[in-house]
């Protein structure tokens, strides 16, 4: 349906353009003990040898403005993704009308916005940082939905209240060990209200998902430790049917050469497989000409709420334990014309029970502190 | 050689020292004369040209122009008006474009340009040498550096 759509609106008409954004990225750590990756959707990660695999990305954006009011928009993007492969996917497709100007309503497969900048998280050329701080983000392994938003901006006096709401079922595959977790199906629904006052902008937003599928458990329990769930444990660590609740606050502060954010979130698990959590960020940077040095602190702690029904399911909510803290601090320059080289120092010092945000984690050796060192290129055109 | 590569950098220094206004012309904000804004606060500027607000105070659609990157009035007009690079305006627009919540203003190339795309669009609204705004358009903002 919706090719038929785009062949009829491209024959109509009406402007396109085409538009792309791209990292070049390579980092490395300090340890072989737990792969970096930049969010859980990546199902191995970097250690000790420099690797372009967790921050490079190409996307291209093609857009059909058809009228004042009417315009179709399909992004594809090729990342490090859950099947180990660079293969392109289609990120965004989409039919979006305004009805006024101040009103936007979206179908299709839409981007999820339920954290501030999550639905640019891979446009590198438009953050300052090297990656958005991980601290705050790499549990969000979403990325988008099928379904439909609406946006408003109501002005009020100089300042602008901008609220939005969606609702969709999610769309992907979330790798676990060298199985998938299917969150294709589950719905999702969230919104946030926003206030632009001056140079300072104020959003909370709140957002939840209901799992259609059970992690599996199971079959990586299997490789483990040589035998799957017991009905009993199936049971006890079961994620279909239960709801994730995520709620955000955040600040930014951006005038003149001064740029500053404050996030903070609250995650509360539906299912004992997965640990609640707190976690947030500031950052700030000073523009110095073309070179903007910036310092950050993030950190996430999760908290077990139940008592787990015996040794298998301590594992496996061990898994989805984090607690640490990281200072970043890095550079951005803009170098060329839409063109930025990045290099940043991540310290991140945790607790050894911290694994979640890791892959292929050897516990026994994990002291939950290492370096990450990054170098990136990101670009638009 | 190395004199003439720096020269550059001392004519910038000598512009960054000097009061902008006796180098060069006032840039203004201006609107289609009849779309019935009189004047605008800074803020409102801002709200428009980046994608906040699109309509005026009186319901109308405002439709801004800005210019091409290698225009020396864009970097002007953002430095100006939020002390912004280009680099970063063109960082906060990718933003906006990537994750699919807007496209940018319109681009022309040359300062003439602006004044017909004003005039030619209900909502209207650009940035212009004061020199340039003739009774076509109405200023409502004026840039102080």
């Known amino acids: 349906m919706l090719l038929i759509a785009l062949s009829a609106m491209a024959q109509s008409d009406s402007a396109f353009s085409l538009q792309g954004f791209g990292t070049l990225g390579v980092a490395r750590t300090t340890t072989d003990n737990v792969e970096f990756v930049r969010d859980l959707s990546q199902p191995r990660g970097i250690g000790k040898e420099w690797s372009g695999l967790v921050d490079s990305v190409l996307g291209l954006q093609g857009s059909w403005h058809l009228d004042p009011q009417w315009d179709v928009v399909v992004q594809a993007t090729s990342r490090y993704r859950y099947d180990q492969t660079f293969y392109p996917e289609i990120a965004w497709a989409y039919l979006k009308y305004d009805p006024t100007p101040n009103l936007s309503l979206r179908v299709g497969r839409l981007g999820t916005e339920f954290f501030m900048l999550a639905d640019s998280r891979w446009v590198g050329y438009s953050f300052l940082t090297v990656r958005p701080p991980g601290d705050y983000f790499w549990y969000l392994p979403f990325y988008s939905i099928h379904g439909a938003d609406a946006a408003i901006a109501v002005p009020l006096g100089e300042n602008v209240l901008r609220a939005k709401a969606f609702y969709g079922r999610s769309n992907g595959q979330i790798p676990l060990a060298d199985e998938q977790w299917d969150i294709s199906g589950s719905p999702m629904v969230g919104g946030f209200l926003e206030y632009q006052l001056d140079a300072w902008q104020v959003r909370a937003s709140y957002a939840n998902i209901q799992f259609k599928h059970d992690l599996p458990i199971s079959a990586v329990m299997q490789k483990i430790i040589g035998r799957g769930t017991t009905s009993a444990e199936a049971a006890f660590l079961a994620t279909r049917n239960t709801r994730t609740h995520y709620y955000s606050v955040g600040v930014v502060y951006d005038q003149g050469p001064w740029q500053a954010q404050l996030m903070l979130n609250h995650i509360e698990q539906g299912s004992n497989a997965l640990e609640s959590s707190d976690g947030g960020y500031l950052l700030a940077g000073y523009r110095v000409d073309q070179v903007t040095p910036y310092l950050g602190y993030s950190w996430v702690r999760s908290r077990q709420d139940v008592k787990p029904l015996n040794s298998l399911a301590a594992y496996v909510m061990a898994d989805s334990h984090s607690d640490q803290h990281t200072t970043f601090l890095g550079m951005r320059w803009d170098v060329a014309k839409n063109l930025a080289l990045k290099a940043q120092w991540d310290a991140i010092r945790g607790d050894s029970t911290s694994i979640f945000p890791y892959r292929q984690d050897r516990r026994a050796l994990w002291n939950g502190s290492m370096d990450v060192f990054t170098m990136t290129m990101d670009f638009v055109f | ?145």
């Open chain 2, 1 to 145: 050689m190395r004199g003439v590569r720096l020269f550059p950098f001392l004519a910038f220094c000598w512009l960054l020292m000097e009061p902008a206004a006796e180098v060069r012309a006032e840039l203004v904000v201006v609107v289609n004369a009849r779309c019935g804004v009189a004047a605008m606060t800074r803020n409102e500027v801002v709200n428009v040209f980046f994608g906040r607000n699109r309509q005026f105070f009186n319901g109308v659609e405002a439709q801004p122009v800005d210019m091409p990157d290698g225009h020396p009035d864009r970097a002007r007009f953002y430095r100006a008006l939020v002390g912004k690079e280009v680099s970063e305006v063109n960082a906060y627009w990718s933003r906006q474009v990537f994750s699919g919540r807007m496209q940018p203003p319109s681009k022309v190339n040359t300062t003439e340009d602006v004044v017909k795309w004003v005039t030619s669009h209900p909502g209207g609204i650009g940035f212009v040498d004061l020199s340039k705004a003739d009774a076509r358009v109405r200023v409502v903002f004026e840039l102080t550096p």
